[in-house]
């Protein structure tokens, strides 16, 4: 080891000496190499942290269906008879309830009182859940919550005496090429130790509307779902959920969720059962470069505004489609999908200051966020018209689309509800820009460049506006029949 050390060292100040002689200007730093070769041995830690990791295992009641179904004969036919004997007899039993097990990982954050972390799916439908320790124990787990949009659940056991538990880390603070160790039960195996960097940060996997996963080349596999993924502190700073792997096994594309998401959602299930999220009552999508340059902005950032909800935080504070969130509580909103997050994160009744962004010039607002609840929405049914049609309103075309004013015979041909007003897109040119942003038949333009618009003219008006000042594109808010809306950035042509 010695000899190695020295001779690597010789290698580097041999290094040095040539770049001066170069005349370089590189700073090479002796230990540097031996730095970079990583931890010589991550055996203290692995001894120290296993016991607190768990396997889990459940079992749940499924209805089993027949495997082997049987063929459609016609009625009457002298082989139905047979069909039905002999694939009732291969079926027999197979239909009747099974029990079915899963296995996973966990881990301990509070050895007193028995609180233990895992996924979501890994105990999900589960009519029975065990938890079995490093030293062979079992214990039955009670379930305390769970968030399927994050895929946490809180699990408790009653131990004779404390548990060795782990704490969590801080996941701000790592970084691209740190070192991870994850253990867990890959396929059953038991305590399995891995090792490896962090390869990168906030990975959005569409997974769910708060995905901020670290993803690491640690190995990850089947049944390591709801173990720790731990910083060389011992500290926990994810909790192992997903893979990408087209055969099932590790391919190095791991991903965990980070410690400050899994704090927050562990301590809510913990005190209330559920998750309580701040709601702030909007309907966003991406600001693309294309919506950026239709808009005068010199780089795309924030959230656009798509749809206000009504009584909503957001409809209270004055927030208006069109408008682009470029601040939240003090930080920037660089990309659409951040803003989720940061509300969700956000106290109940937090008075937030937001910087929007109207038609060119920054707006400060203040907004009383409200709490996220699931609300289901009944679909009305819708009445059409049964007076006698005027003449047809008269018809423009722009961007590659067929205008015209909305009237009774329009609702009824694309049974456009009665609240929404604006100018109707009635053909769309095939290979036109339009048609790339998927504008259809019976979509209704409300805005041109966030100016209000009733008639086909005020659409052609606004576009002519547009290509004076040299814009490329027009940003159009459309509706659709229900009167859903979204932003639409259209070129212009030539």
């Known amino acids: ?52 990791v768990v396997n889990i295992s459940t079992s749940q ?3 089993a269906e027949r495997s082997v179904p049987m063929p459609q004969v016609p009625d009457g036919s002298p082989f139905q008879e047979f069909f039905e004997e002999f694939f009732n007899k291969q079926n027999k039993g197979e239909d009747r309830p099974r029990r079915v097990q899963s296995l ?12 233990i972390i895992t996924n979501n799916h890994v105990i999900e439908g589960a009519d029975e859940i065990t938890v079995n320790f490093n030293d062979g124990s079992q214990l039955e787990a009670e379930l305390i919550g769970t968030d399927e949009k994050t895929d946490i659940a809180v699990l408790k056991v009653t131990p ?72 060389m502190d011992g500290k926990v700073i994810g909790i192992n959920t997903a893979i990408i792997s087209p ?30 999220r701040g709601w702030l009552g909007v309907r966003i999508q991406e600001v693309t470069d294309e919506i950026a340059e239709s808009l005068g902005m010199d780089e795309a950032s924030g959230a656009l505004v798509a749809g206000v909800s009504e009584d909503g935080p957001a409809a209270a504070a004055e927030i208006e489609p069109g408008d682009i969130i470029l601040e939240f509580d003090g930080k920037p909103v660089e990309t659409m999908r951040e803003l989720p997050r940061m509300v969700a994160e956000t106290a109940i009744g937090k008075a937030v200051d937001v910087i929007v962004l109207r038609k060119g010039e920054k707006v400060p607002l203040q907004v009383t966020l409200g709490r996220l609840e699931e609300v289901a929405t009944d679909e009305s049914s819708e009445d059409e018209a049964t007076t006698d049609e005027p003449a047809a309103p008269a018809q423009k075309e722009v961007l590659g689309m067929i205008l015209s004013e909305i009237d009774d015979a329009i609702r009824k041909e694309f049974k456009i509800e009665d609240d929404v007003t604006g100018v109707v897109v009635k053909q769309v040119a095939p290979g036109s820009s339009a048609e790339e942003k998927r504008v259809q038949a019976g979509d209704v333009i409300k805005e041109v460049a966030q100016e209000a618009v009733s008639t086909p003219e005020d659409v052609i008006e606004q576009v002519e506006k547009l290509k004076e000042a040299g814009r490329r594109s027009a940003l159009l808010l459309l509706s659709n029949q229900t009167g859903e809306l979204r932003f639409v950035p259209v070129r212009i042509g030539e």
């Not at 590790?250 to 309580?276: D, H, N």
Request: glycine fraction near 14%.
């Open 104 to 115: 996973g990982s966990g881990f301990v954050i509070d050895g007193t009182a028995g609180i």
């Open 247 to 276: 055969s099932g096994g590790s391919i190095g594309i791991g991903f965990a969720i980070p410690a400050k998401t899994a704090t927050r959602v562990i301590t809510q299930l913990r005190e209330f059962g559920e998750t309580r």
């Open 61 to 63: 009641t499924v209805q």
């Open 160 to 231: 004779e005496t404390p548990l060795v538990d782990v704490s969590f880390g801080d996941s701000e603070a790592i970084r691209v090429g740190d070192w991870v160790m994850a253990i867990g039960n890959p396929f059953g195996l038991g305590g399995t130790v891995t090792v490896g960097i962090v390869s990168a940060q906030n990975r959005d996997i569409h997974s769910g509307p708060y995905d901020n996963f670290i993803q690491t080349d640690a190995s990850i596999n089947r049944g390591n779902s709801g173990g720790p993924l731990f910083d």
């Open 1 to 52: 080891m010695a000899t190695h050390f020295f001779r690597r060292n010789l290698v580097t100040l041999k290094s040095m000496a040539a770049a001066a002689m170069l005349g370089g200007l590189v700073a090479l730093q002796p230990f540097q190499v031996a730095h970079a070769q990583g931890p010589v041995s991550v055996a203290d830690l692995a001894e120290k942290l296993g016991d607190a």
